[in-house]
């Protein structure tokens, strides 16, 4: 697809929303009020809004490369931070999904370059759960649990932070970890612990009275 293309869909796709709603776009100017923050991979065929069905305006979205949430990433921790604050989200998602390259390069041992200390933060969820994932000899079953733990970790890390652990005690905030099987097109719930995570984690990180 080239940019000449991606005009051409553009003018389609108005033309479309207009038809079945002359409003649609003045309406969608006014302001945004979703209650999800989707964060996923930036892999090109894992399309936030598509596979949920969602349309724009209804999902608040942030994506980079493994769906990662570093307490030092100033781009993860200010979405956060606005979508908690400012749009008074009722749920954040942390989407992983089978068959991702970031999660697939930070298990081999190679120098990356910049992507060393980025992929180090997976290879840190490998590193406390290694008995497990060692002692499944099928590579790409391994692989797919590395996926799944890396959702479950990221999922720690973003209630680690203050600002979710204020929005859960002030309005019920809850957080989510689900993986996107791309076999199949179906989202996997890993049914993410919430209360039972902050109580474990509340000696170290609490941060609310």
């Known amino acids: 697809m080239n940019t000449k293309d991606i005009l ?4 389609q796709w108005v033309a479309k929303k207009l038809k079945k709603d002359p409003d649609y776009f003045s309406n969608l100017s006014k302001g945004q009020a979703p209650e999800v923050l989707y964060i996923g991979c930036s892999d090109s065929r894992v399309t936030a809004e598509e596979l949920m069905g969602a349309s724009p305006g209804e999902v608040f979205v942030h994506r980079n490369i493994s769906n990662v949430i570093s307490n030092l990433d100033l781009s993860a921790m ?44 997976i290879r840190d969820v490998y590193r406390m759960h290694k ?49 996107f099987d791309m076999a199949t097109g179906k989202l996997v719930d890993l049914n993410i612990d919430y209360s039972s995570i902050l109580d474990s984690i509340k000696e170290v990180y609490n941060l609310i009275d």
């Open 78 to 121: 200010s979405v956060i931070n606005y979508a908690v604050k400012n749009l008074k989200v009722k749920h954040i998602i942390v989407c992983g999904h089978y068959g991702c390259g970031g999660v697939l390069a930070a298990m081999e041992s190679k120098d990356l370059g910049i992507l060393n200390p980025w992929l180090r933060n």
């Open 131 to 179: 008995t497990e994932l060692n002692s499944i000899t099928d590579i790409e079953k391994r692989y797919r649990r590395l996926v799944e733990l890396n959702v479950i970790e990221q999922c720690v890390n973003v209630i680690k932070t203050a600002d979710v652990q204020l929005a859960n005690k002030d309005y019920g905030l809850t957080v989510h970890g689900w993986v």
């Open 8 to 11: 051409k869909n553009n003018e």
